[in-house]
Structures are given as C-alpha cells and as structure tokens.
C-alpha cells in the first residue's frame, strides 16, 4: 500500500457498494471499522443520489477489538434484515476489517437468515474497486439466476452499469431505443435498477449487452456458459462502433440490422472546411479500458485527430489496451500512480488530454485543455440533462465535449492578442461586470499587469540542456495555447542541437523560421 493524495480506484468493497447502491431491496452488510464509513459521500455528493447506500457497517472500534467482533457483525447482519427487509443480503469486509479475519460470510450462513445470504471474498490488498464491482455481480447473478424458458419475443438483459459509474443512467436510455428500433426488447438491466428478483428471472432474455466489462464481464461469461446466453463483445461508444454494435446483435438475433442517423450531427461538420482545424490534433487518452479503447476509435478515425499516448489504470484491461497501442504505433501507459500519468503527459505535450478528474487537474497544471471521459469523475460530470455516451446522441455529446475545448481556444488566443487592452488585461475581469479595473497609472492609462508564465518554467532547466528567458516565455505565450507545446518542443530541439544554453526572443523565432522553411 502507499499513500496518495489522487486515487483512481477504491477497495473492491467500494465496488461491491457501487453495485448494492445501484441495485433495489438488496443490502450490504460490511464488516468494518468507524471511520470505514467515508465512502456514503461519494454516492449522496459526487453522484447526488437522493437516498444512502444500502449499507450496514459494523462500526465497530479499537476497544472491541479485545472482545467479540464477530458478535457485533450477526447483530448488524440481524438488525440490517429486520429494518429493510430485503429480499437479498450481501455481506463481506472492509479492507481494515479483512485483518482480524472475522469471516463474514462464513458467520451470515450459519444465522440461517430467511433470504439469500451472498458471501463477497474481495481480496482488498491484492485487487481493487472495478474487480470488486464485477466480482460481487458475478457472486450475486451465480446465486439467483436459474435456467428458465425464453421469453417470446427477442429480449436482452444489459448488464453493467452501477452506481457511480460514468453516465450509466443515460447509456442506459440510449441502448434501450438502439435495441427497440430493431423490434428487441430489454428484459432486465442490471446491476443498475434490478431487484435480487429481477436478476432471477434474467434467465429468460436471449442474449446480454455487456455495456461496462469492467464490472460485468464475468457474469456474461458464466451466464453464456451456464444458461447458453450469447453476449455482445463490442461497446457502442463512437458512430462506428454503434453500428458495429448493430451488426453484431442482428448476427446474434437473426434480426435485420436498423440504426436511426438522423439524430447524427458529427457528419455535418467533418464536410465542412472548420472540420480541417481538428486535423491532426495530437490527443493523449487515459481511463478506464472500455473509454480509452472507444476513445481512441473515435479520436483516429472519426475526429482526424493524432493519438500521441494512452493508457488506462485498470490492470484487468492492460493487454486489450497495449493491442491497441501497439496497432496505433505508440506506447500503452498502463498504471495507477497519476504522478506517472503526469510526467508522460508533460513529455508528450499532447494539444488535448481525453482522461478522468484526474487528468482534468493535470491539465490545468499544464495549461492543456481535458475532456473527461471516464471515471472518475466529480460533480460535475454527473449532469441532470441527457447526456450519455453510447448510440448516436452519445456521439453527439462527445463530439461537442472533445470539440469544445479546442474550437474556444481560438477565442483565448484572441483574448491573449489583446492582452494589453484596458478591458481584456488579466486584472480586468468580466467585461460586463463592473469594479474589476485596476488603478490608472500616472500616464491615465489602465495599471501593467504583468504576464504569467504560460507552465511556469522561466528561469527553470528544461531536461538539463536550456533554459527559457523571462522575454522568450513571454513571447511565448503569445502563441494560441494549442499549439504552443508544439512550439516549445520545436525551439527546444532547435536550440539543443545548435549547443544554445538560453532561449531567448531572437532564438524563438529562429526556430519559427527554420522549421517554416
């Protein structure tokens, strides 16, 4: 274990929260100590959920520890039964409360409780939150579903998304009107939504979608074995995949493939001479598995734009993700240390990062506009509008969420060109508020504000060859911040090879002429 301030993932019992707090009449019983209760806020603030998770702690404290513990989780387990009634328990440890080996799951099948009573083996110091979201489903799907007949009409169960999970709610919507213009209905989502019986009778569906393997792959897997359910390998994030998705559930169904593109919006666009300004935009992508391999789809094929690095920090998506890399010739970033992920960004110097909160703070750091497009997440990336990522309008959504953050930069390069401008100076603030200007100086004109360096390295060795003067980064920051990386990187290289220690102005534009030769 080490200590951090960012982490990516949780504990697997996190995981299993996410599923139980997404779910309906079950609950989650959890050995773990006061204090272990933290992870409520990431449901009731970052989600804004209406209602706590369906969570029992034990709570128990350093003085119990010379007691009985295991007494303290059966009367949590027995008064967790009586208060909600669910028609299902889970129970399991924290990974504090996984050190005392108390076994949970061994005890709750021994008190003979009078509903299904599902033992979690979440391996808190070996895997982490994804494993225990798709773990703690499998446990629950391998208990409840049963073989039963199909139902009349084609049908699908999706399978996947939890609570906290990166626009679920709205991909659901999204695959639901996907698989209804085909004549599909859906039978059960889940884990999202179900009820324990709901999962029971997912047995009657002819296939699964497997929207987040992440947290589902395991169940589909057993559920294809045991119950002859076919699953659906390709996640329709992007146009192409969406229609890929299409294919291969017509392949699956014997159905005829029909998508609705009059909701598209991208194609438009990509006609038009502003779709040229993308052309080429170097993007570095980092997340989970299932958006970096969507997202780099997108990003090359649909967008023009240049993948110069990505990776993921789910080490159950490595190898699908180094595959990836390897086709598009770059290296696959696969770790769960964000100060990594920052140095790769910073050597790379991408125009764009495609990544979580994590790499939205980075970018900031590095003056890098970031669109998220995975968790985690904050607040903020859980809209009240409709906003998914899967099917055509999720294309819609992250075309606008990639385009955005460049297409404004021009408006920034404009705002920095007039800079000295009384009303666009740094210290002016909004020009339609007022008591934002500074005090005039003697001459009558609006006070200097002086220039913040655009990464903050002047005076600073750039890899222990140059170093930029205080006029050059100046000088530098007058060049549109989207290209600007490109324009370090260039007159660095300029300067190294011509055995120049001290960038300065006339050392930048040698560089801009020599490279516009």
């Not at 919507?173 to 009778?201: F, H, K, W, Y």
């Not at 890929?244 to 009059?262: H, N, Q, R």
């Not at 240390?337 to 994590?358: K, N």
């Not at 100086?441 to 205080?470: C, F, H, N, Y």
Request: include cysteine.
């Amino acid at each position: 274990m080490k200590l951090t301030v960012w982490t990516y993932e949780g504990p697997p019992h996190v995981g299993a929260m996410r599923v139980a707090t997404g779910m309906r009449d079950l609950h989650y019983v959890l050995h773990a100590p006061q204090g272990d209760t933290y992870a409520e806020l990431l449901f009731t603030m970052i989600e804004r959920r209406d209602h706590r998770p369906p969570v029992t702690y034990t709570t128990f404290q350093a003085r119990d520890l010379g007691a009985d513990t295991a007494n303290l989780f059966k009367q949590a387990a027995q008064d967790a039964y009586d208060r909600f009634q669910p028609q299902a328990i889970i129970v399991g440890a924290s990974c504090t409360a996984e050190l005392i080996q108390d076994d949970p799951g061994g005890m709750a099948e021994t008190m003979g409780l009078p509903v299904p009573t599902i033992p979690l083996d979440l391996p808190s110091y070996q895997r982490k939150e994804n494993f225990g979201a798709d773990e703690t489903f499998f446990q629950i799907v391998k208990t409840l579903v049963k073989p039963m007949e199909r139902t009349k009409q084609v049908t699908a169960n999706l399978i996947g998304p939890t609570a906290l999970g990166f626009r679920h709610r709205d991909d659901i919507q999204e695959v639901t009107a996907l698989l209804s213009d085909m004549g599909i209905s859906v039978n059960v989502v889940a884990p999202m939504t179900s009820s324990p019986a709901d999962i029971a009778r997912m047995g009657a569906a002819h296939f699964n979608v497997l929207m987040y393997p992440e947290t589902a792959e395991s169940a589909a897997r057993w559920m294809e074995r045991e119950l002859g359910q076919p699953y659906t390998k390709t996640v329709p994030i992007g146009v192409g995949a969406t229609r890929d998705f299409i294919e291969e559930v017509a392949t699956i169904t014997g159905k005829d493939a029909c998508l609705d593109t009059s909701r598209l919006r991208l194609p438009w666009y990509s006609k038009s001479v502003d779709s040229t300004y993308l052309t080429g935009k170097r993007v570095f992508l980092f997340g989970d598995g299932t958006h970096v391999l969507a997202a780099a789809r997108i990003a090359q094929d649909e967008m023009g734009f240049e993948v110069v690095g990505m990776g993921c920090y789910n080490r159950e998506m490595a190898r699908s993700v180094r595959a990836k890399a390897r086709e598009m010739g770059i290296e696959a970033t696969i770790t769960d240390d964000y100060l990594e992920v920052e140095r790769v960004i910073e050597a790379l110097q991408p125009e764009m990062i495609l990544g979580t909160q994590m790499e939205r703070h980075i970018g900031k750091r590095l003056g890098i506009p970031c669109a998220v497009i995975s968790a985690p997440v904050h607040v903020q990336d859980f809209p009240a509008r409709y906003s998914p990522q899967m099917g055509i309008e999720g294309a819609n959504v992250i075309f606008d969420t990639w385009v955005h953050p460049l297409v404004m930069g021009l408006e920034e390069h404009l705002l920095h060109m007039f800079r000295e401008d009384f009303e666009f100076h740094d210290a002016a603030g909004p020009s339609h508020h007022g008591g934002h200007a500074p005090s005039p100086t003697d001459a009558g004109g609006p006070a200097p504000q002086p220039a913040a360096s655009p990464r903050g390295l002047s005076g600073e060795m750039k890899d222990g060859s140059v170093i930029w003067l205080a006029d050059a980064e100046k000088e530098l920051k007058k060049i549109p911040f989207f290209v600007r990386g490109k324009a370090r990187r260039n007159t660095e290289v300029f300067a190294t090879e011509r055995g120049v220690a001290e960038i300065s102005v006339d050392t930048l534009y040698e560089a801009k002429a020599h490279y516009a030769r």
